[in-house]
Structures are given as C-alpha cells and as structure tokens.
C-alpha cells in the first residue's frame, strides 16, 4: 500500500504513515464490531446450554442487543471515587484496552495478510499481552477499595502463574517450527502428519502442549472456572467495582479482544491458522482468512461452553493446577521435543 501511494506522488514517510494508519483502521474496527457480535453470540451459547433463548427482542434476533448494551453504558454517568488516585484510575481501562488492540499488529489472517511481519511476532505478542496485568492491577489499587485491591493481587498472581508455562509451551512450537514469525509458524504447519493433515495439534508430542495453551488461555483471560480476579461472589466485581459508564465498558472490550486474539493464536499455533484443516489443492482456494475465523470461532464456543458449564475453581486449585500441574508438565514436553528434534533432524549430532 506504501509503494501505490508513492506512485501516486507521494514521499515515503508520509505514504507510510498513511498506509500504516489505514491497515490499523482495518484490523482495529471489525475488531470492536466484532466484540460486539461476539458477546451476543456467546449470550445465545450460555441460553441454548441453559434451554433459554438469549437476547431476541432488541433487533432482528437479537442481534442490536450489544449495540444497546453500549449505548445505555455510554449515557451513564462516570463516577470517580473521592479517595481514589483519579489520574491512575482512569488511565487503568485504557491500558487494558489498549494492550489487547496492539496484539493484533503481528496476527497474520492470510500469507502476507498481516499489519506488522515481524520476525520475533511470538516474543512481542508474549511482551504485549503480559502488559494487560498493569491495568488490573492499577484499577485495583488506584480504586482505594479493600475489594478491587484483592482482585489486583489475585490477577498479579494469577498472570504470573499460567504466562510461566505458557512460555514453556511457545518453546516447544518453536523449537518445532525453528521460528518466531507467526506466519512461518502457521507455513511450517503444512502437511505436517502423513503430508496430509495441517496443525501440530494433530502431533502426539504438541497435543498435550495444545491442551495446556488452551486452559492457560482461559486462565490469562480470567475466564471462568479462572475468573478468581473477578469473582462476584467474593469480590463484587473485582477490579471493575467502583468502575461505570465507559471506563467499565473499555474493560468489558479489552477482556473480549483478548478472548478473541487467544481463540487466534489457538488456531495458529496449533492448529493450521489460515491452512485448510486437510492438505489438499480444492480446499486452498478458499481465502485463508475464512479458515481462520471458523477456527477462532470454534475455539471461542468452546471458551462459552466452558464458561456455561463448569464451576469456578477455589484459588487453592488455581495455583496448584499452573505451578504444580501445568509447569513440570510444559517443562517435561520441551525436554522431550528437544530430544525428539535432535535425533530426528540431527541424527549424528544426537549419537
């Protein structure tokens, strides 16, 4: 895009920089229109398990209820606490929401389809998503609220817990693929069992890897059974109590763009991303971003399903399932890749 503007007269900085501007607007607007449809659509998932109907009334099937939801959010009044750190406090919802947009630079949606193809993608995406801790943890202490400053302690623990063997589980992809950029991870994916079937998923050693990415996912996201930092029954609502109007609201959409951006990097490091499921020449000529949205979206009816059924963990067994469970598990795989890629790729190195 860069290179059109040019043509058109333009010098290279400000051709850039318009380009780039523009393939932020893209990623970013579809991003908030789709947080929107998919809160509805998780709504109607807790409904249909439930055997209830879900948002049907404002909008044909229910589909403007979020929009709705919005407005009325927006129209309320913004309420600051008087003993809170007024600047912390309202700077904390931006930083949540702020670091679960810029993620999104290095997720590729096709071969060359990505804003930023940056060799270390993994390492920044590890870097960026682990600056949303701060929001929470800012709102909480910046609240003055002895309930909001529990949930801050809880998220800093919890974070730290499941980003320690999620790092162990992105060793074992790239030992795997050999690379940090997502879109040679999502390649170096192609017919990658029997030169048939596309994902290390479908590999016995990335399997359990992929199991475990999955369930830290929720974890990072503080999504249930792992919403201790949140937990309405013990907390209010967390970090978001002494939270209204549009501040509470840019915590409710930054939460759902991570929850979006892990049914991604579900999809791409494990499962083919933009590859068709099945390495056959017909299936590539549809787009690889369809590909891609069919896999997110089946990863994120799974997070709702998950959310619908199974009960909240006691904080005892939120620790005990990352540090005593999850990290010798994670280590365990990452020896037991390294020796199977040495005596498999390396034969003589290996002996």
């Known amino acids: 895009m860069t290179a059109t503007f040019m043509s ?16 932020i607007l893209v990623i970013a607007l579809p991003l908030m229109l789709a947080v929107a449809m ?18 049907n009334v404002v909008g044909p099937f229910g589909l403007l209820q979020s929009f709705a939801d919005g407005l009325k959010v927006f129209l309320k009044e913004t309420i600051i606490p008087s003993s ?7 700077i904390a919802p931006v930083i949540t929401f702020a ?22 993608g993994l390492l920044y995406i590890l870097a960026a998503s682990s600056l949303g801790v701060y929001g929470v943890i800012i709102a909480g202490w ?7 400053f529990f949930s801050a ?3 800093a623990a919890q974070m730290v817990s499941y980003e320690v063997s999620i790092g162990f589980v992105l060793i074992c992809v790239v030992l795997y693929s050999g690379t940090f950029n997502l879109t040679a991870i999502v390649l170096a994916q192609k017919g990658h069992i029997f030169g048939i079937l596309n994902g290390y998923g479908f590999n016995p050693l990335l399997f359990p890897m992929a199991v475990v990415f999955l369930i830290s996912s929720m974890a990072e996201t503080f999504r249930t059974p792992f919403d201790l930092v949140e937990a309405e029954s013990e907390l209010v609502a ?4 002494e939270y209204s109007s ?3 609201a840019l915590f409710w959409l930054g939460e759902y763009a991570n929850v979006i951006l892990m049914c991604a990097l579900n999809a791409i490091l494990f499962w083919g991303g933009f590859l068709p499921p099945i390495d056959w020449a017909p299936l590539y000529w549809i787009p690889g971003i369809f590909w891609l949205l069919l896999k997110m979206s089946i990863f994120f009816f799974i997070f709702g399903w998950v959310k619908a059924t199974v009960p909240r963990y006691r904080y005892d067994q939120l620790m005990r399932l990352g540090w005593k469970i999850f990290l010798p598990l994670s280590l365990l795989f990452v020896v037991l890749i390294s020796g199977w890629i040495m005596w498999t790729r390396y034969p003589g190195v290996a002996a």
Request: aromatic fraction near 12%.
């Open 8 to 23: 058109w007269g333009m010098s290279h900085d400000p051709a850039w920089f318009l380009a780039t501007m523009i393939g």
């Open 38 to 55: 998919v809160i509805y659509a998780e709504r109607k998932i807790w409904a249909a398990i439930a055997l209830r109907r879900g948002p």
């Open 84 to 90: 809170s750190n007024k600047g912390l406090f309202l």
């Open 99 to 120: 670091t679960a947009l810029i993620v999104w630079a290095v997720i590729p949606f096709d071969v060359g389809v990505v804003l930023t193809d940056i060799n270390v």
């Open 142 to 148: 910046a609240s003055n609220s002895k309930y909001p």
């Open 153 to 155: 302690l809880r998220a």
């Open 238 to 241: 967390g970090h978001q109590t």
């Open 246 to 248: 549009m501040s509470f």
